[in-house]
Structure formats: structure tokens, C-alpha cells
């Protein structure tokens, strides 16, 4: 008897308004995580449970361009701290006065203090040349590696491990630490660890480097900068 796509449907829904509360709470609360990681380290079933939410993520033309390298090696981690801090001391060298000074006291430890790495790539040849969804718009296998990340990342908090994401760092450094392949993007450097207290708010916003802009001043209808109307209920 053939397989039908239509008997793979099944019934949609809300979820309960529990469900919805817990879904919603770990988007509110996630964390980039720069210092505050316990030494204690991860199971390997609890980090299988994340990479399979990573892996859970849809993808352009189910392309699944992700791969995910996990690293406990203390050495290794060592090596891609010094990466991270050459560049971390371009990066400072950016910006200038009371603002270059706000940047150095930021505390950028996790790389040494988490007890594993993952470094996530995207590999724009998976899949063949030509891939449904990707045919106008190159970027959408990193997009997609993205919302793997964000997956794991929403996993994590839920789980009660925290996550930094390091972007700070130049790509042919770690590929040399890490043997990744000239064709392979590295999206970023991700810390994980157990952590028993979160900022309640973002880091940057508690230190004073930015704070959240207003959500209806982000949000236009119809065209280009005409505003809102309308201005959704919080959710509780």
C-alpha cells in the first residue's frame, strides 16, 4: 500500500496554557552566557538532548548544512581562547573613550571557564549545487544553521545550562585549531555549562551598553515606516 504524504498529518493545536508559559519563559529568560559557568561537567545524554534539538530545526530544502563539534579537551579550549583573545584585543581597539573602557571590563571567560565547547558550521555544498528555498537567496543555509542554534539554545535554559555564543575571532584560526574545512563557515564558538544564577535581564543592558528598544517602534504595517495601530497584549 503506498505511503502518502497526507497520512503524515496530524492534528495541530495550541498547546496548554502551561505549556505556552514554559515555552515562553525560556524564550524571556535565555541568556548569552560570558562568565557565570559552573566547573561541574555535562552528561553526555543531557548534551545529545540538545544537539537533537539543534537537529530538530528546519533547514532550506531540509538541507540540514549543520554539523556540531564538540570539544571537553582543556587544551584545545586553551587554544581557542587565544584565538578569541587576539581578536578580542582588535575588537577593543574599535571603539574608543568611556566605551572602550566599558568594553574591556566586560568579563569573556566562558571559553576557559565552560566545561565544553561546540563549534557550529555550515556546509554550503550539502545538499548539491542547487537547493529548493536557496535559489535567490545564498544565505539561507546560514540562516538556517542559525535557528539550530537558537533550538539549542532554548533547550539549554529549560535544562538549566547555560550558553555563550563567541563570534569574536578570526575564521581561519579556529579552522586551524579544529581542522574544519576551507568550504565549511564557521557560524560561531559556543560555551556550555551548568549555571545556578542568569542575569534577569541582558547582560549589556544591565552594564549599560544598550538597552531593548521599544517593540512598536520595530514594528511598521503594510510599508516601510508607516507605524502600527495596534500594540499586542503582554503575555503571561
Not at 73 to 99: I, L, P, T
Not at 132 to 152: E, F, K
Request: aromatic share 10%.
Amino acid at each position: 500500500m503506498r505511503n502518502e504524504p497526507n497520512d503524515h498529518l496530524v492534528r495541530a493545536g495550541a498547546f496548554s496554557a502551561e505549556e505556552r508559559k514554559a515555552v515562553y519563559r525560556a524564550i524571556r529568560s535565555r541568556r548569552d552566557v560570558r562568565d557565570q559557568f559552573l566547573p561541574d561537567p555535562l552528561p553526555d545524554e543531557l548534551i545529545w538532548r540538545l544537539l537533537q534539538a539543534a537537529h530538530d530545526a528546519p533547514s532550506v530544502g531540509f538541507m540540514q548544512p549543520w554539523n556540531f563539534l564538540v570539544v571537553r579537551d582543556a587544551a584545545k579550549r586553551e587554544a581557542v581562547w587565544q584565538a578569541f583573545s587576539r581578536a578580542n584585543e582588535e575588537a577593543a581597539a574599535m571603539f574608543s573613550g568611556e566605551q572602550r573602557q566599558n568594553y574591556q571590563r566586560l568579563k569573556l571567560e566562558g571559553i576557559r571557564k565552560a566545561p565544553v565547547g561546540i563549534c557550529v558550521t555550515c556546509d554550503s555544498t550539502r545538499g548539491g549545487p542547487v537547493i529548493l528555498g536557496r535559489t535567490h537567496n545564498p544565505r539561507m543555509d546560514s540562516y538556517s544553521t542559525v535557528c539550530a542554534v537558537q533550538n539549542l539554545w532554548l533547550a539549554a535554559r529549560a535544562e538549566g545550562v547555560g550558553v555563550g555564543w563567541v563570534s569574536i575571532f578570526h575564521q581561519d584560526d579556529l579552522r586551524s585549531v579544529l581542522s574544519i574545512p576551507e568550504h565549511v563557515e564557521i557560524i560561531g564558538w559556543f560555551c556550555l555549562g551548568y549555571v545556578d544564577r542568569l542575569f534577569d535581564q541582558p547582560e549589556l543592558a544591565v552594564k549599560g551598553w544598550r538597552q531593548r528598544i521599544p517593540l512598536e517602534e520595530l514594528v511598521y504595517e503594510e510599508t516601510w515606516g508607516a507605524p502600527s495601530e495596534s500594540r499586542a497584549q503582554e503575555c503571561s
